[in-house]
C-alpha cells in the first residue's frame, strides 16, 4: 500500500515538475558536459579493401578527450602502429595495408569526457564484409519429365551481408519468370510444372554481394524436358551422368506446396522489420495462390502480394499482425492450404522520444524520463558518467523512480551525464541525456541588427532565439516601445519568434527583442522592411506578324524601388531559342526577320528576391506580301585572308573585301573547316560589321582550323572567299562535360544512365572516354563508378525498384579530366503497382451518368511514377456477358465520371491504379444500378389484313426496356399525294399488347403510324410505319362497269375489223415473194402494245406520232425485203437441238428457236418457209388486248 502511494506521489511529482525545465540547446562558450554528436552505426560492416573508419564526434566545454573499449576492455590505441585518432576527435582510423582486417574485428565503444561528466557511444560491431567464391562442382544434368515439377537450387556461399540473388543466362539476360516459374526467397527457382521451353543450357544462378559491389555465379545448370517416349528413348545414353526425375504423372494433378512442408509452420518476426512468408504449390494446371489472415483482414496500406502471389509482404510490422495467415493454392482439380503462425517481438523503442538535456539554475527542479516499449517487455538501467547509478556517489537532489529520475533543489557541480540503457533479448537502446547545472544571465543568439523583408500582404516572422538560465522571458517592443507587442496583428510563439500573418507597409520598423530573467536582460534589434508587390503594368499583346518583319513585345513592370528587379523572357515555357535576332532589353522583346519557327507562346517574368510576376502572349506568322525583286548585285568574296596573333586559344584574322556592287556590306560571315573531324564541313564560327576586315577568333584545343569569309549585304551573300591557312590548336583537357544526363529504368532491377556524347570538336583530345557515377539519393550512400569508351548509356543492375540517384558523368581524354561534373536526378526501374485504391464508391447522378469514387493508394507503393487510374466498368446482361469499358483518369484524380451508361441495369466495376510498367492489382469489385430511364423505340412494326376502311398493326417490344413499360402511345394520321399531313389522331395502349386493329380508315389511303413505348420516365423515340387501305375491289368494279357498256363494245369491235384487214393485206403480200423473219415474230410476240404495220413490207414498227414510221431498235430491212440477223442479236436458234415449231409450258411461241444450229447456212428463204396463219395471227393479237 504504501509503495503504491509512494509511486503515485511521485507521478503526480513529475507531471508538476515536467513544467519547470526545457531541453535548451547550450552555447558552445558555456561550461556543459560531453555530448555525443557522431557514431558509427551499432551494426557496422566495413569493406575490407579500405582503411577501416570508426566515428565518434563531441561536444562539450570543455572540449572532451576521448577513450575507448574493445570487447569490453581498454583499447590502447598508443600500442597500435595501424590504428590512430583523428586530432580533437575520438574517430578512430586503422590502416589495414600491414594487418588483415580480421584483426580488428569486434565490438568498440567511445568514452567522451571532461570535468562536468561522462558520455559513451552504443556499442559498435564491427565487421568485414565478406563475398565467397562458389565451390567449383560438377552439376550434372537433368533430365524431367513434361509436366512435372522441378527445384533448381542456388544455396549461395554465405557472406556478410547477405547477397542478392537473381537467375539469367549466358547473356547476361534475365530469365522470365511467372506463375509456373519463379524464384523464392532464399534463391532457389521452382517450376510448378515443366514444359518443352524450359530446356537449356545456362540456367545460372548469380549472388551479388552489394557492399563490396562483387557479383559470384554458379556453375550453369542444364535441364532437358522430354516426354515419356523421348526419355525412353535417350535414357541409355544420360545414364551415367544425368540426374532423371520422371516418377511424376504428366497428367492434370491437384496442388501440393513444394515450400513450405507440412500443414502449418511458423515465422518470427521484429517489430517496424519487414514480414515475408511465402508458399509455392506444384500442380498442373499451374495452381494460383491467395492469402488471407484466419484471425482478422490483412492491413491494406501495408500488405503487398509479390512473385506473382507466391509471397506476402507486410512492411512495418507491428503488434496486431501476429496470427496465423493462410496460403491456398487452387487450381482446376482441387484445392490446398498451408497455415503459418507469425508471431511479433520487439526490440525496445522509444515512447515519447528519447531522454533530453536538461539546463537547471541552482535550486530549480527537473525530470529525466527514459521510457520505452518492447516485446518481451524490456528492462531499464541507468548509469551516471558510464557507470552504473547504484555504484555511483549520491546525491540528495536526485531520485530514481524506475523509468524516471527526478531532480529536486539542483546545485553547482551537479552536472553529469546519465546514461539510459534499455534491452531485452532482440536489440538495446542506450540515450546520453545531460544535466548542466548554470546560472547564466540571458543573452540573446540571433544576429543583432537583422533585416527581414517581406511582400505587402505576406507572412513575416521575426526570430528572436534565446538562452539564459533560469529561461529567460522573451518580450517584444516596436519603435518607442510603448506597449509590448503581444495583440492582434501579432503572434508571439514560445521560442521567441513574432509573426504578422498579414504585413502591412504601416508594419515596416524597428522591432526589439527582450530577453529577461532574474540574473539580468539583454535586448536584440531587428528591421522589418514590407515591399511593394511586383506587378505588370502593361503585358505583352497577342501579335499576328508577316514573315520577314519585326515585331516588339513589350512588358511594362512596377516593383519596389529597394528591389532589384530581372527580366526573364520564355518561349513556350522554355528557353528563348539562342539567336541574335532575339533582342530582349529592360521593359520588351523585339524579334527582328520574323520566321516561321518564331510562333508561338512568349512569356515574360519579373523576378525580384522576394517575388515575381508573369505575362504571356502569342504570335502568329503569316506569309509575307511579294515585294519586287532587288536589282542590286551580291558582293564579290573577300581576299588575301592572314592569321597574326597567333595563340593556344585564339587567332586574330585579316581580310580585304570585295567590291560592293552598289550595296553597302551589312556584315562578314566567317566560317571554319575542321580538317581533323570532319574534313569537307564547312562551320559558322562568328560574324562582325561590315565596316571591320579583322576578326579575333576564340578557338578550341585540337582542332586543325581552316577559315574562309563572305560577305552580306542587302542581296544576299557572296560567294565563299579562298581559304586561309590551316592552323593547328593543341590538345587539352575536355571543357565540357555530356548533357542530358539522365535516368531510368527498363526492368524493375536495374537503372540505364544516359547522356549525349561530345562531339569530336568538344573532346579537345585524342582518347575520349567517360567516367560513370551513380549513388543512390540518401545520406551516407557512397559513390559508384565505372568508366565507358565509344557509347552513350550505362547499364546498373540488380537495383532496388523506383529509388532515385544521383547521377554524374564526366568527360575525360588523353590529357586530363574535365570539370565537375553536375548531378543529375534519375529513378531506377518501375515495377507494377502493389495496391488497389480502398474506399472504392459510386454515386449514381442519372440513369446514364455516375461517378466513381477512391482513395488514393500510397506514393511507395506505386512503385513508379503514378500516371493516373483506370476505371474499368462492366454491365450486366441477362444472358450473362459481360461488355467491359475501361475509362483512364491522368495523374493523381481521385474521382472520374462514367458517362453513356444504359438506363435500369446493374453494372460492376473496380478501379486500378497505373504507372509507366503497367496497372496495379484492381480493386474488390463494386456495384451500383442505374435509374429507369425511356425506353428504346419497338423493335419492329409491321401492317398486316388490309383491308377497306380498316388494317392491324403488330409491334415487337423495344430491344432496351431501359425500365418496366407502362404502356404504348400509337398516333396516326393520312397523308395526301402532295405529302401533306392530316388530323392526328392518338390511341393509348396497354403494355401487355403487341397486335392492334384500327377501324373506320378512309379507303385508298395512305396513313402514317407512330408507336413508342412508355415508362415511369417517361416516353421513348417512336418507330414509324405507312399503309395505304386496299383499292383492287374498287377498281375491280370500275372494270366491270365498263366492260358492260355499249360504246366499249361497238369500240372493240371497229379496232378487231381494222386488224383483220391489215393482217388479210399482209398474207397477201407475204405470198408475193415477202419474207418474215423470226426477229420481227418475236418483236411481235413480246411487244405489249400495239404497234402500226409498215405499209410497204407489213413489218410492225415502233409507233411515232409523226408520219416517219421508222423500224424497231435493233432491227434492220434491206432494199430487197428480206431481213437478215444482225451479228449482235442473240435466238436461241443458235442453241437449238430440233424439232417443229411449239409451245413451251406458259404457252409462248418458240418454234422458231428449235432449228438446228445447221439452218443458220442455208438460204435466207428457209428461215420462214411457212407463210404465216390469219388466225395465228390473230390469236396473238388478241393477247395484247
Partial sequence: MMEGRRRMDAALLVLFLGHLATALEVPLDLPQPPTITHQSPKDYIIDPRENIVIHCEAKGKPHPSFSWTRDGTHFDIDEDPNVNMRPHSGTLEVDISRERVDQYEGVYQCTARNKHGTAVSNNIVVRQSRSPLWSKERIKPIIVQEGVSLVLECRPPAGLPPPIIFWM??????????????????????????????????????????????????????VRVLNLDAINDTMAAFYNDTDLFSEAPVDERKPTFLIPSGPSSSKMVLRGQVLEIECIAEGLPTPDISWSKVSGDLPARRTFFLNYNKTLRIINVSESDAGDYRCMAKNQ??????????????????????????????????????????????????????????????????????????????????????????????????????????????????????????????????????????IPKITWFKDSRSSTLDGDPFILHDNGTLEIRVAQTQNSGKYTCVARNILGIYENHVYLEVKEPTRILKQPEYKVVQRGRSVVFECKVKHDTTLIPTMTWLKDDGELPDDERLIVDSDSLTITDVTENDAGVYTCIMNTTLDQDSASAELTVVEA???????????????????????????????????????????????????????????????????????????????????????????????????????????????????????????????VISWKPLSGLQSNGPGLHYKVMWRQQRPGSDWTQVTVANNSKFVVSGTPTFVPYELKVQAINDHGHGPEPATSLGYSGEDLPQTAPENVQAVVINSTLAEVHWDPVSPHSVRGHLRGYKVSYWRKHSDHKHNHETLIFSGNHTHGMLPGLHPFSLYYFHVQVFNGKGDGPPSPTQHFRTPEGVPGPPTSLVVTNTNLDSLTLEWSPPHEHNGHITGYTLRFQPVNNSNELGTTEELALAANETSVTLPNLKYSTRYKFYLNAKTIAGPGPAITQEAVTIVEEAVASRQVDIATQGWFIGLMCAIALLILILLIICFIQRNKGGKYPVKEKEDAHTDPEFQPMKDDDCTFVEYSDNEDHKPLKGSRTPSNGTVKRDDSDDSLVDYGEGGDGQFNEDGSFIGQYSGKSASRDTAEGHESSEAPSPINAMNSLNSFV
Fill in 169 to 222: 543466362d549466358n547473356n547476361f539476360q534475365k530469365l522470365p519468370q511467372n506463375r509456373r516459374v519463379s524464384q523464392s526467397l532464399n534463391g532457389d527457382l521452382y517450376f510448378s510444372n515443366v514444359h518443352r521451353e524450359d530446356s537449356r543450357d545456362d540456367y545460372i544462378c548469380y549472388a551479388r554481394f552489394p557492399h563490396t559491389q562483387t557479383i559470384q555465379q554458379k556453375q550453369p545448370i542444364t
Fill in 333 to 470: 482439380i482441387d484445392s490446398v492450404h498451408h497455415t503459418i503462425h507469425v508471431t511479433v517481438k520487439a526490440a525496445p523503442y522509444w515512447i515519447g522520444g528519447a531522454p533530453r538535456n536538461l539546463v537547471l539554475a541552482p535550486g530549480e527542479n527537473g525530470v529525466l524520463t527514459c521510457r520505452a516499449s518492447g516485446t518481451p517487455k524490456p528492462s531499464i538501467r541507468w548509469f551516471m558518467n558510464g557507470i552504473l547509478i547504484e555504484n555511483s556517489p549520491g546525491d540528495l537532489s536526485r531520485k530514481v523512480e524506475d523509468d524516471t529520475i527526478i531532480f529536486t533543489d539542483v546545485q553547482i557541480g551537479s552536472s553529469a551525464v546519465y546514461q539510459c540503457n534499455i534491452s531485452n533479448d532482440y536489440g538495446y537502446l542506450l540515450s546520453n541525456a545531460f544535466i548542466n547545472v548554470l546560472s547564466e544571465p540571458p543573452r540573446v543568439l540571433t544576429v543583432a541588427n537583422k533585416v527581414y523583408q517581406v511582400i505587402k500582404n505576406h507572412q513575416a516572422l521575426m526570430d528572436c532565439s534565446s538562452f539564459g538560465s533560469p
Fill in 625 to 751: 506580301t511579294p515585294t519586287p525583286a532587288v536589282v542590286y548585285e551580291r558582293p564579290d568574296p573577300p581576299t588575301d585572308l592572314e592569321l597574326t596573333d597567333q595563340k593556344k586559344r585564339s587567332v586574330q584574322l585579316t581580310w580585304i573585301p570585295g567590291d560592293e556592287h552598289n550595296s553597302p556590306i551589312q556584315k562578314f560571315l566567317i566560317k571554319y573547316q575542321d580538317s581533323l573531324h570532319h574534313r569537307g564541313h564547312w562551320h559558322n564560327l562568328t560574324e562582325v560589321p561590315g565596316t571591320k576586315t579583322t576578326a579575333h577568333l576564340k578557338l578550341s584545343p585540337y582542332v586543325h582550323y581552316t577559315f574562309r569569309v563572305l560577305a552580306l549585304n542587302e542581296v544576299g551573300l557572296s560567294e565563299p572567299s579562298s581559304p586561309s591557312r590551316m592552323y593547328k590548336t593543341d590538345p587539352a583537357a575536355p571543357d565540357e562535360n555530356p548533357t542530358g544526363v539522365q535516368g531510368f529504368g527498363t526492368d524493375h532491377n536495374n537503372l
